[in-house]
């Protein structure tokens, strides 16, 4: 019953304010001023209603329960409100969260995408620096083999000799049957192949060094070497032992510089006699052959035929 009537004393309460503050708005004053309460400072009004309120209770015999489930209800509904007020406040906050998680992950986006550039442009980067260097070192390569001065040399001394012996011809055929070989020993078999090819590293000098090696083989080219390479040892050992004249000691013995030169001399001296060709030695002898030889006398038979025979003091090559 206690809360019973407390639950009554607040709804009496409300309608008390209630009727005050439309008193005070009142334009009349009169019935404003009542008598001084005679219960606890109530009116007879207030009084009235509170005993309506205490007899209802009292006669309608509402028990303790049903007033703590009123009570419960305007709880709940209390609750109910604060409950939606919070969700409301809850779900702007969401919403403001949202939104700076967007914008936190938009700006995470943009610095994953401009990470994502950089490194695409480093990879770029890197890639152009290798194909740089790829580029550099084969064409440093192509160049060092550009310079290698024996392969040049070599193929411009053997071109001189061709050329020297005006075996021109010669040389184009040696330098086709090279290509033919290369072209059959690597399959090559268009021009695009062959240029392709040939700018490869050392391709050009292996065609240089096979061109070289056929020409070597060639019977104009070991004439010629085998000559030049008499008369430069010839003149080795002129300038050798040119001063030293010891007894037994080798020395060459100078012959003449043509062969036709001798050959027509001799025409010259003798109209008569029949050339025979045979090759010039070049040979090394001792000073006691030199003293030993002399030119022989024509036999008797020879000079009853009115002929005389002249020897040569050197030997041809």
């Avoid at 949202?98 to 986006?109: I, Y």
């Avoid at 001296?269 to 040979?283: A, H, K, M, V």
């Amino acid at each position: 019953m206690e809360s019973a009537y407390k639950f009554t004393e607040y709804r009496y309460r409300f309608l008390k304010e209630t009727k005050n503050i439309f008193s005070a708005n009142s334009r009349t004053t009169a019935k404003s001023q009542e008598r001084e309460p005679r219960d606890g400072g109530l009116s007879k009004t207030e009084q009235n209603f509170l005993e309506s309120i205490r007899n209802d209770t009292v006669c309608r015999k509402e028990m303790i329960k049903d007033i703590v489930l009123k009570c419960s209800a305007t709880s709940f509904d209390v609750y109910i409100d604060e409950i939606k007020r919070l969700s409301w406040e809850n779900s702007k906050l969401r919403e403001e969260l949202r939104r700076k998680d967007h914008v936190m992950d938009r700006k995470v986006n943009e610095e994953k995408h401009q990470a994502r550039i950089i490194s695409q442009k480093n990879e770029q980067i890197r890639k152009i620096s290798q194909e740089v260097e790829k580029t550099r070192s084969e064409l440093k390569k192509y160049q060092e083999s550009t310079y290698d001065g024996s392969v040049i040399d070599k193929l411009k001394e053997v071109q001189d000799i061709f050329n020297q012996t005006s075996n021109e011809m010669e040389w184009k055929k040696i330098n086709e049957e090279a290509l033919g070989e290369v072209r059959m020993e690597f399959g090559i078999n268009t021009s695009a192949e062959a240029r392709k090819w040939i700018m490869e590293e050392n391709n050009y000098f292996y065609i240089g060094r096979k061109i070289i090696s056929l020409a070597e083989k060639t019977k104009i080219f070991q004439e010629y070497t085998t000559l030049n390479d008499n008369f430069k040892q010839r003149l080795e050992n002129e300038n050798r032992y040119q001063d030293e004249k010891k007894i037994g000691e080798k020395r060459p013995i100078l012959e003449s510089p043509s062969v036709r030169s001798d050959l027509e001399a001799e025409s010259d001296e003798e109209p008569g006699r029949i050339e025979i060709d045979q090759p010039l030695i070049f040979t090394l002898r001792t000073e006691e052959e030199e003293d030993k030889e002399v030119v022989t006398e024509a036999s008797p038979s020879e000079k009853n035929g009115g002929k005389k025979k002249k020897k040569k003091n050197n030997k041809k090559k």
